[in-house]
């Protein structure tokens, strides 16, 4: 058999991946502070420490006394098992008595291949921050980060190959930000977001009844785009030992633009195209509570909401505006809630630790090969030290567990015989357990001018 490929095969790819991308956790980052990090970012919008506050709540940046810098990054290294794997693959049962397709597709035997895990490769996220006050009241900043991203890139022979393969998504973003103190309870900041993202989407298509991986089309597609959103943020201070902070993260409206390509193992280019997705960053809002409980002593609390509803349908169009597919999702709004506190052992010294719970907003019929994560729980160590008050260094560990989820998947499209005009004829069907677990350690400096 031959495959010919048709716009079904771009609409795969995209589809694919973004509906499974669209997991809080999995799509959404958090590491852009260390020392939030350390107790579980529990007080992400309310306590102001760092630079890092431009992030966490642009009204926070009026209450710091000097100008600071602050750098660092996390590294996250996740581990995947993966268990119980059924991977079959089906054939119309008319061509395979050698006639006609009848529409009947039967089993003809499992997808050869293996099940490593651990797909997603280590990897570093970095940020930096810049805050400036001017008067008592006014100040300025500055900070580059990544809000969103992922990455999952299996072995070759993945019998879930055709579902995908590789994933990457990244997007970049870049924050002048102002903020203003009205007194000592009240201020409000206000940020506007540069980003920018790009993508490459993986899978592979069989070329012959066998699925044989060797033989397999290599299907992919890259694009990118750029786009403005806002961040906005409140903080109130009824009494000196208690902060409340308040944040909010537009979503951003994206168009990715990128090439479609089909590859054979000989390196002929079997069908190119261009391609167009929607895409929209959900809106977050974040509340936190910071309470100063002895002169040492803080403790934390914080709440997110995600706004996932959002996505509700994938649109991809090919290069004559024409509908390539429209599939409907059902994704929920999403919380996550953490608590955490810091102890001030020494003068220079400071330990913290914190708590995460953050749930997801798919469901059991969505998730996909290239996310397939669940529920979290994330338990966070860190350490402060400030070696003199010009210079903070701080470092953190976080231990992140995912309920074991389960993900299922079949497809009916994938080989097409040119003797019946292009009609697919063939399918693949996989299933398996998936349990993640991540590591994260951080570290960054803080500089105070």
Do not use: C
């Not at 000097?66 to 581990?79: E, F, H, K, M, P």
């Not at 000989?266 to 002169?295: I, K, Y």
């Amino acid at each position: 058999m031959n495959n010919k490929f048709n716009k079904l095969t771009l609409a795969a790819a995209i589809t694919a991946a973004f509906a499974s991308q669209a997991h809080a956790g999995g799509y959404q980052i958090n590491e852009q502070s260390v020392s939030g990090q350390g107790y579980g970012h529990a007080g992400r919008s309310s306590n102001i420490h760092d630079a890092t506050i431009v992030y966490g709540n642009p009204a926070g940046m009026s209450f710091l006394d000097r100008a600071q810098v602050t750098v660092g990054g996390t590294y996250l290294n996740v581990n995947t098992d993966i268990s119980n794997v059924e991977a079959s693959r089906y054939i119309d049962s008319g061509v395979a008595l050698g006639g006609a397709p009848n529409g009947n597709q039967i089993p003809v035997g499992s997808i050869p291949g293996g099940n490593d895990g651990d797909m997603v490769p280590g990897t570093p996220i970095p940020f930096a921050f810049y805050a400036h006050p001017v008067t008592d009241q006014l100040a300025f900043g500055f900070g580059v980060y990544a809000p969103f991203g992922s990455k999952t890139d299996y072995e070759d022979d993945f019998q879930g190959r055709y579902f995908g393969d590789y994933t990457e998504v990244k997007v970049v973003s870049a924050q002048p930000t102002v903020s203003y103190r009205f007194n000592d309870q009240w201020s409000v900041g206000a940020g506007i977001t540069y980003n920018r993202v790009e993508g490459e989407l993986r899978r592979q298509v069989p070329s012959e009844a066998t699925f044989n991986p060797d033989a397999d089309i290599d299907s992919r597609v890259d694009g990118d785009d750029e786009a403005w959103g806002y961040n906005l943020g409140v903080i109130y201070r009824p009494v000196p030992e208690t902060t409340l902070g308040l944040t909010y993260r537009s979503k951003v409206d994206y168009t990715l633009e990128g090439d479609f390509s089909a590859t054979d193992p000989l390196g002929n280019v079997v069908r190119s195209d261009t391609a167009s997705l929607d895409l929209t960053t959900p809106e977050t809002v974040n509340f936190s509570l910071t309470q100063q409980m002895t002169d040492r002593l803080k403790l934390m609390f914080g709440a997110s909401w995600v706004r996932w509803s959002h996505f509700d349908q994938i649109l991809v169009t090919g290069s004559q505006g024409d509908t390539i597919t429209q599939e409907f999702q059902n994704y929920s709004n999403a919380w996550a809630f953490a608590t955490g506190g810091e102890y001030q052992l020494t003068k220079t010294l400071a330990l913290r630790a914190g708590v995460t719970l953050d749930m997801t907003p798919t469901n059991d019929e969505d998730r996909s090969v290239r996310i397939p994560s669940d529920d979290r729980r994330i338990f966070s160590l860190g350490a402060g030290w400030s070696p003199t008050p010009d210079l903070t260094v701080d470092i953190a560990y976080s231990y992140l567990t995912e309920r074991g989820t389960f993900v299922e998947q079949d497809r009916s499209d994938l080989l097409a015989s040119q003797a019946t005009g292009g009609q697919p004829v063939g399918g693949a069907s996989y299933s398996a357990d998936y349990k993640n677990e991540a590591h994260g350690f951080g570290a960054q400096l803080t500089y105070r001018f």
